[in-house]
């Protein structure tokens, strides 16, 4: 045989060989599972790349998470719908008007995403010049008021907790980010500004720190108009006093969630041991070393603002711990 047959020819033995003394899956590709987060620095990206490098999940051998930056919410409640993502996180209001297609431009309904587990709250926070003496929406008629950005979740909460209360005609409007709001606020260009974000903001404490602030009560005229009953994906939160300067009382707020999703046809076993690795004691450590934001995360609170159908694999987890 000559040499240049001769080298393929060995090579093939080599295979061969080495096939029959390695396990039949040394040759086996992992399945890749791939994690939506949202923008670059945001929280939701923390969430995907947290997990994603979290040592247990790592150590996986039958499949890889690998994380994948997206739009946010509502292009990760797309992509998890057509199967281009398997899991990701989705705010709970998104969801919710998602399955019943209701979002906003937006007729299609997502019944292939499913609730896995609450990550973390978003509360609305009103913050109002003290000296206003204002202790509900409408004490703020013909205010000048910061509403977040245009095309924000924050504006988009805004102007449905405002409409609903029948304000959103009757104060003035400034459509900003949070920080330029403050410092309107700080210049007294603004009387009050909303944020839809964890606490402590810093863009708070920056107005805190030149002016007597105080937050509005949200909760209580939320309960009297029926908000909680037209939107029920809001829950209850409360803003411990002293979190802020001048703030020395709790204001009780509503939240929107946070949520890890799947796709329904990620198999049940693979969501329910990512809840496993994720929500152990272990796991919700490494969760919050990544941010604080995350501090709320425990069993307890796993189901905390889903109010939409479950995945098999995580009413198995969430049941056998007992808070289902």
């Known amino acids: 045989m000559s040499k240049k047959l001769l080298t393929p020819f060995l090579s093939i033995v080599s295979l ?18 791939v994690f939506g987060g949202g923008p670059a620095g945001g929280t939701f990206q923390i969430v995907a790349n947290a997990i994603q490098v979290y040592k247990p999940v790592k150590n996986i051998k039958e499949f890889t998470v690998r994380a994948q930056s997206s739009a946010g919410s509502i292009e990760n409640l797309r992509k998890v719908n057509a199967g281009k993502s398997d899991f990701a ?8 008007q998602g399955r019943k297609g209701v979002l906003k431009h937006d007729p299609r309904t997502y019944k292939k995403v499913l609730a896995l587990g ?3 709250g978003a509360p609305a926070q009103l913050v109002v010049r003290k000296e206003l003496g204002a202790s509900k929406i409408s004490d703020l008629v013909g205010r000048k008021i910061g509403v977040g950005n245009a095309g924000s979740g924050a504006f988009a909460n805004c102007e449905l907790f405002f409409t609903h209360m029948g304000m959103w005609g009757r104060i003035e409007r400034n459509a900003m980010g949070y920080n330029d709001a403050a410092a309107a606020f700080g210049n007294r260009q603004l009387d009050a500004f909303w944020l839809f974000t964890a606490f402590p903001s810093g863009a708070v404490i920056m107005a805190s720190q030149t002016n007597s602030i105080d937050l509005l009560n949200l909760e209580s005229d939320a309960l ?3 908000f ?16 802020y300067r001048g703030v020395d009382e709790d204001r009780h707020s509503f939240q929107d969630s946070a949520l890890w999703v799947a796709n329904a046809d ?15 004691k272990e796991g919700i450590a490494h969760m919050v070393s990544q941010k604080k934001t995350f ?3 425990s069993i307890e609170n796993g189901v905390n603002g889903i109010v939409t159908p479950m995945h098999p694999g995580a009413l198995k987890f969430w049941k056998e ?3 289902l």
């Open 321 to 323: 711990k007992g808070v």
């Open 89 to 96: 996180v989705v705010y709970s209001g998104h969801l919710y």
């Open 224 to 226: 009297k108009s029926g």
């Open 295 to 297: 501090r709320d995360m």
């Open 228 to 243: 909680y009953e037209k939107y029920p994906y809001f829950t209850k939160v409360t803003i411990p006093g002293g979190t």
């Open 266 to 280: 990620v198999p049940d076993d693979v969501v329910y041991r990512m809840l496993s690795l994720v929500y152990s």
């Open 16 to 33: 061969v060989m080495l096939s029959l003394v390695l396990p039949s899956d040394a040759f086996a590709v992992k399945k890749r599972l």
């Open 118 to 120: 609450y990550l973390y």
